[in-house]
């Protein structure tokens, strides 16, 4: 028999408890995420704290899309992340910073993150 569950991984909520193209703040162990659930039902999962105010709003971020890929933008200093990667995609005249994702799944009707180190 195979097991859903993963090492290191974590039930946060299910998926009827995030609205579509909004983000929710979740604390899982030492870490602070933020998820997001795509119009598409996508999941998507980065770190909740924004590395340019070190306060935690990411998942208070707008979401959006540049070219395809699905973002995030600060809803501090508007600075936008690849939600996909992380990736900075505009730092807003600063250094870019790229934010750390985490691997997120659905399982049945349970959003879970993996938060391994």
């Given at each position: 028999m195979t097991s859903d569950v993963v090492a290191d991984e974590v039930r946060v909520c299910r998926l009827d408890d995030l609205l579509p193209e909004r983000g929710a703040g979740a604390l899982v162990g030492e870490h602070r995420i933020a998820v997001f659930r795509l119009a598409d039902?996508?999941?998507?999962?980065?770190?909740q704290r924004d590395p340019y105010s070190g306060a935690n709003v990411l998942s208070r971020g707008i979401v959006g899309d540049v070219?395809?890929?699905?973002?995030?933008?600060?809803?501090?200093?508007?600075?936008?992340?690849?939600?996909?990667?992380?990736?900075?995609?505009?730092?807003?005249?600063k250094e870019p910073v790229d934010l750390r994702t985490y691997p997120v799944r659905l399982v049945g009707d349970e959003v879970r993150v993996a938060v391994a180190p």
């Open positions: 039902d996508r999941l998507l999962a980065v770190q070219g395809g890929a699905p973002t995030v933008t600060s809803p501090m200093f508007k600075q936008v992340w690849d939600l996909a990667t992380g990736a900075c995609l505009d730092p807003v005249g």
